[in-house]
């Protein structure tokens, strides 16, 4: 396992937490066009596309044509749910990761360091559902940078989310995450998260039937 420690945010750490988290999330994009491309309603929909042009045409290359030209289309769309979603966390709690998660209540981020860089990131704040208010923290902006995966880096993150809201006598804990995410599904899964929910944040991700996970982990009582 390579050397690492897990330590607290600090304000030098800003810039490179940001460029991780970006990078973590822009490279599943090709993950959600693969995943796209096996939609049965994705591979319907192409279907009827080639039918058409091939029957109103005649032209077996017309129809390849314009089939192809959709596929290349879709492209720029599956990786625009990874960078919206970037997007966003950039503009709102990445924006000030030290006034939404080293002042305020009950949350917190950490940073995992090995040969002198940030290699890892997580965070933990109150869950944004107002059902869940008082009761649950959500696990928050999990990355590890490729080059340190498989060392057990994420457990060991988890393992801090889930430490930091059991002494603050937090009963549940839930996170986030993409149907194509199926590394972090497993991890989660292994530290007896369940899944209790699935959505689709979009009408496109509705359409190519990507969706997002909700997980959730009842903690131990207090002996």
């Known amino acids: 396992m390579a050397p690492y420690r897990i330590r607290l ?9 940001r460029a991780l988290f970006a990078r973590g999330i822009i490279e599943h994009a090709p993950s959600v066009y693969r995943h796209m491309l096996r939609s049965t309603r994705v591979q319907l929909g192409l279907l ?10 005649g032209c077996w290359l017309l129809a390849l044509g314009a089939t192809a030209l959709v596929l290349a289309a879709a492209w720029p769309c599956a990786r625009a749910l990874c960078t919206s979603y970037v997007q966003e966390a950039l503009l709102t709690d990445l924006c000030d990761i030290h006034s939404t998660y080293m002042r305020a209540a009950d949350s917190c981020f950490w940073v995992v360091e090995a040969g002198g860089a940030v290699v890892g990131m997580v ?16 696990l928050r902006r999990m990355s590890v940078s ?22 603050r006598g937090y009963r549940v804990v ?29 009408l496109f991700a509705r359409l190519i039937c990507f969706q997002i996970l909700h997980y959730r982990l009842e903690l131990p009582g207090r002996p």
């Open 123 to 138: 965070a933990v704040a109150p869950a944004q559902d107002p059902a869940q208010r008082g009761e649950a923290l959500e």
């Open 9 to 17: 945010y600090r304000d030098e750490d800003y810039d490179t937490v």
């Open 48 to 57: 009827v596309l080639f039918t058409a042009v091939r029957a109103a045409a």
């Open 174 to 202: 839930v996170l986030y995450t993409s149907i194509v995410q199926v590394v972090a599904q497993r991890l989660y899964e292994s530290q007896g998260f369940r899944m209790v929910r699935a959505d689709s944040p979009s």
């Open 146 to 167: 490729k080059d340190y995966r498989g060392c057990g880096i994420s457990k060991a993150l988890c393992g801090e989310v889930l430490r930091f809201a059991q002494a």
